[in-house]
């Protein structure tokens, strides 16, 4: 006889006949884990030291009835089964168990087989019962995590999971941590149920300590904090204890985790079934969300160099405009332009030409920062964004790409060497323009002065004053 998620069931048989003990022993060995006590207080300690999965208590007790026993069992374990014994027809107590919820009732003397067939037919039925709610639960859940598929920003798969983790879960506090593993620095976190103080303390502790934590669980599990997340705990002044640690992650570029605190009440397997359930559905989650980036950033790749398009430069640089004003720092552009590009096409032909500019895209990637934008504007034309970087600055950035190009060997046709040389433009905002059209054109323009100048230099959009 199974219990509940496949243990053998637990039964506690209250009788204060030595006899009666003797024989539930004899009738129910091997069958179930039996624990058989005498008395309402004997039973109250057992139930309170290990719930049951079944309770066959006597009516009249030295100390109490069995009423008294399946009042309290409601109170404490109502999913507890009951079955109430009688010595003698007693029709209103035993309408009254059943009632309250008693299983069923079983007169005495009954037969060793009475007994057992009574105790399988309800635990059986119990069994049934927690399967059928067990269902009930994940299609709840099933249905709750549909809101995970309609995230298709992966910082919000995770905020989202969170939240169904602690709502699944009855839980109030919890954090959730997570990285974009093909791109570098796109670390996040999430917290709930914490003040604000405590939220920023706790985000400062962590940053410390986030690649040890993508790795401390690789299945859900409850367990106390490993020492890092524990420390930063400590440093942030939270109280900590147990937690259920909870991958989530997606196929290939998705890294995170999710600690859910404890807070008092340990978590039961069903509790971390649950849990693997919503991990499941965030996996998923994260997958589409994955794709749709995928796709996303296809469309804003430029298929020749690899490198961005004008398309995307167009709301990089919107978008790094509006961050720089936040922040009070600058944002340069550099605007290049390969010098007499058109005779690679001429003498060596167009496929030659296309390796020159990908070999040119990896060169021009290398001079830069990771944080920077590299696009191709079209034809041979290049355009850099330098985040926080101060004109002078970018003048220097500007300068090194010119020399680096200028001394590159890119290889022609028949596998002769080519020598090219580059044109640059530098703008900066706030100082040559606040708008994104317009920054770009003083940058563009800078870049056809450094052309009329001779080529092969850079040329500052202040000049364009003068």
């Not at 996996?283 to 398009?309: C, I, M, P, S």
């Amino acid at each position: 006889m199974r219990g509940e998620l496949g243990h053998p069931a637990r039964v506690l048989f209250v009788d204060d006949g030595k006899g009666a003990r003797e024989q539930a022993a004899a009738a129910l060995v091997g069958r179930v884990r039996l624990e058989c006590v005498g008395s309402a207080a004997e039973a109250r300690r057992e139930l309170a030291r290990e719930p049951a999965d079944l309770v066959v208590c006597l009516l009249r007790l030295p100390d109490g009835s069995g009423l008294d026993v399946l009042e309290h069992l409601l109170q404490v374990s109502p999913q507890t089964a009951f079955v109430l014994l009688v010595d003698e027809p007693e029709a209103q107590s035993e309408i009254r168990a059943l009632r309250a919820g008693a299983a069923e009732t079983l007169r005495k003397p009954h037969s060793s087989e009475e007994l057992a067939l009574c105790i399988e037919r309800v635990l059986a039925r119990r069994e049934l019962q927690l399967e059928n709610e067990r269902l009930r639960g994940a299609l709840a859940i099933t249905e709750a995590c549909r809101t995970l598929l309609q995230c298709a920003d992966p910082g919000e798969v995770y905020a989202a999971a969170l939240d169904l983790l602690l709502r699944t879960l009855g839980r109030t506090r919890g954090v959730a941590i997570f990285r974009r593993t093909a791109i570098p620095g796109s670390e996040g976190m999430v917290f709930r149920g914490l003040g604000e103080t405590q939220a920023r303390a706790l985000r400062r502790s962590l940053a410390e300590s986030k690649p040890t934590l993508f790795e401390s669980a690789e299945a859900v599990a409850e367990e106390r904090p490993g020492v890092p997340f524990e420390d930063a705990l400590r440093e942030a002044g939270i109280p900590g204890g147990a937690v259920l640690a909870v991958p989530l992650r997606g196929g290939d570029a998705e890294v995170g985790m999710a600690w859910v605190f404890a807070d008092g009440r340990p978590f039961g397997e069903r509790e971390r079934e649950q849990a693997r359930l919503v991990a499941g559905h965030a996996g998923l989650a994260l997958q589409n969300a994955e794709r749709y980036h995928r796709a996303k950033e296809r469309a804003f790749v430029d298929d020749v160099t690899e490198v961005y398009n004008a398309r995307y430069l167009l709301q990089a640089t919107e978008r790094e405009i509006q961050r720089a004003e936040r922040s009070g720092k600058e944002l340069s552009v550099l605007f290049l332009d390969l010098d007499r590009f058109k005779r690679v096409n001429d003498e060596h032909g167009h496929l030659v030409g296309s390796q020159v500019l990908r070999h040119l895209s990896k060169v021009l990637a290398e001079c830069v920062r990771q944080v920077d934008t590299l696009a191709r504007y079209g034809g041979d034309e290049f355009t850099i964004l330098l985040v926080d970087t101060p004109h002078d600055a970018a003048m220097g950035v500007a300068e090194r790409i010119r020399c680096t190009v200028a001394d590159t060997l890119f290889e022609g046709g028949g596998g002769a060497p080519v020598r090219l040389t580059i044109s640059i433009g530098v703008a900066t905002s706030p100082r040559h323009a606040r708008e994104r059209d317009a920054l770009l054109d003083c940058a563009d323009k800078a870049m056809y002065r450094a052309k009329s100048l001779g080529r092969n230099c850079v040329c500052s959009a202040t000049d364009l004053r003068v």
